[in-house]
Nanobody, 116 residues
Framework: QVQLVESGGGLVQPGGSLRLSCAAS????????MGWYRQAPGKQRELVAT???????NYADSVKGRFTISRNNAMNTVYLQMNSLKPEDTAVYYC??????????WGRGTQVTVSS
């Protein structure tokens, strides 16, 4: 069983920045894809960004040019740098990992609130 723990959420004003971290309890060297998803109140969970084991990147159109996903295999951690935040970015942000074995794990989420 792999545990994913997100951190870095909080309250920020529009136009501000936050950096989310997702720390895995085991090596992410055998992860096919790691990603960030988010769920706003009353809405379905949606993909924000993913990074593959070969560092191929994928972003939702709504965050392209503002968010950057990265990984540090030595630290078993994936990051999401969020700049130029908007009120519509308000959501609970979840980390997800898909291993080569096919197992999928989710973190418990971290709240991001963008408000003046």
């Amino acid at each position: 069983q792999v545990q994913l723990v997100e951190s870095g959420g909080g309250l920020v004003q529009p136009g501000g920045s936050l950096r989310l971290s997702c720390a895995a309890s085991s090596s992410i060297s055998r992860v096919l894809v790691m990603g960030w998803y988010r769920q706003a109140p009353g809405k379905q969970r949606e993909l924000v960004a993913t990074i593959s084991g070969e560092s191929s990147l994928n972003y939702a159109d709504s965050v392209k040019g503002r968010f950057t996903i990265s990984r540090n295999n030595a630290m078993n951690t994936v990051y999401l740098q969020m700049n130029s935040l908007k009120p519509e970015d308000t959501a609970v942000y979840y980390c997800r990992s898909t291993f080569m074995s096919g197992n999928v794990y989710w973190g418990r989420g971290t709240q991001v609130t963008v408000s003046s």
